[in-house]
């Protein structure tokens, strides 16, 4: 039986589109082994967003290489489609697949000598006009359930268009019998997955229009029965409608948790950006959610260091966030993308004060992080437990993603209980108190 190991870099996206990859390999006869493992093939699933991805690339295939030097290795996702060439070229590459192609890839491994030269399989973006479903299983105690792909925005420094293509959805069918099927095998969240899942429904049935809403996604999934914990990932501000925001609110399933794209706090580089908002609105959203869910998670995007983005404009965004009740955040560095029109803007930021400002909100984002888990304390939540051992202890996250930790014990993997939040340990994670589960 041949051996096959995956890689994946990037989002959450990717790791359910590397799932379903792997399980297409399993159904051709195909033994997944760990990346650290001897394998005859190596996928690597590449990420455009990644810093320094060429670098990272290419440490993973020397990595791949020094466990199995005639191993077969190939690269598929975002950076495949974008520099199909750049990766082709890495010594010890031999097969490179596009946007169109990475789902077919075990089409193309009838032969598996090494070549000299990556052999590129790639297509025009545009074509990239179809939708294939995927989840993640088994990797994780979370499932990522794909609902969509691609994006019709076109904000300035944004790659993702050109390697993932136009806006696109799962029908609401088979998005339902995923989660069903996820479910069915013991998983107990699923977290919605897409490139703008706010978006949903546009592309569905192969329509340029809207089938469904993404209010009518999560009304259906709300009722599936058997899933636990439902968590939409990442939504645009301008599509978390306040109908999205009552739902959650009174859900069954939904947990009070939302990741919000900010991306500055500064109406000019927001409009720069081409983002389709103004920071009032994002106040508007966040004071919806705090009216209605008190204890709700709320995590911020933000980037540092777009171009023409001044002192004041910075200062601008981290007096913004300071001042707003968000829970966290997720600091990115800006840096230039081929075709994008960010790239070829006025006003370039220097690298020491990208990475100073960047330094700035990493330490607000602990300050934040610390104020929400500090507001926790002594509340009662479900804690859903992951399944690793790391140094001797198991991890867990409350409904609003509070990060809990106690000793190891094998019988709390994937397994929820009720506790009362107790104190922040000093590496900032919180420990708990087990509540008795009460006789109905
Ligand atoms: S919404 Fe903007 S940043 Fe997000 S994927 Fe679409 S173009 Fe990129």
Known sequence: MKKVAFYTLGCKLNFSETSTIARSFKDEGFDRVDFK???????????????????????????????NPEAFVAAIGCYA????????DVNGVDLVLGATEKFKI??????????????????????????????????????????QDGCDYKCTYCTIPLARGISRSDTMENVLKN?????????????????????????????????????ELVTELDQVKGIERLRI?????????????????????????FHIPLQSGSNAILKKMKRRYMRE?????????????PNACIGVD?????????????????????????????????SERDNTE???????????????????????????RRAFYESQINTVHTVLFESENKEGYIYGFTENYVKVKTPWNPELVNTTHKVQLSYIGEDGVVRFEFLPVLAI
């Open 37 to 67: 493992e001897k394998a005859d093939i190596y996928v690597i699933n590449t990420c455009s967003v990644t810093e320094n991805a060429d670098k990272r690339f290419k440490n993973i295939v020397k990595q791949a290489q020094r466990v």
């Open 81 to 88: 489609q974008l520099k199909p060439e750049e990766l082709a």
């Open 106 to 147: 075990t089409d193309y491994l009838n032969d598996l000598s090494k070549n000299d030269f990556g052999e590129v399989h790639s297509c025009e973006i545009e074509d990239a006009d179809f939708y294939v479903g995927s989840y993640s299983i088994g990797d994780r105690t979370r499932a990522f359930l794909k609902v």
């Open 179 to 215: 989660a069903e099927e996820i479910s069915g095998k013991g998983i107990k969240e699923i977290v919605l997955t897409g490139v703008n899942i706010g978006d949903y429904g546009k592309g569905e049935f192969g329509n340029k229009k809207h089938q469904h809403t993404f209010l």
């Open 233 to 257: 990932s990442s939504i645009e501000p301008n599509l978390l409608k306040n109908d999205t925001i009552e739902l959650v609110a009174n859900s069954r399933a939904f947990v009070p948790h």
């Open 281 to 293: 609105l994002y106040v508007d959203r966040v004071n919806k959610i705090r009216e209605v869910m």
């Open 302 to 334: 933000v980037i540092v260091g777009f171009p023409g983005e001044t002192e004041q404009h910075f200062l601008e965004t981290y007096n913004f966030l300071n001042d707003l009740e968000i829970s966290y955040l997720h600091v990115f560095t800006y």
């Open 342 to 368: 960010a790239a070829v803007m006025d006003g370039e930021v220097p690298k020491n004060v990208r990475a100073k400002r960047s330094k700035m909100l990493r330490g607000l984002s602990a300050k934040k």
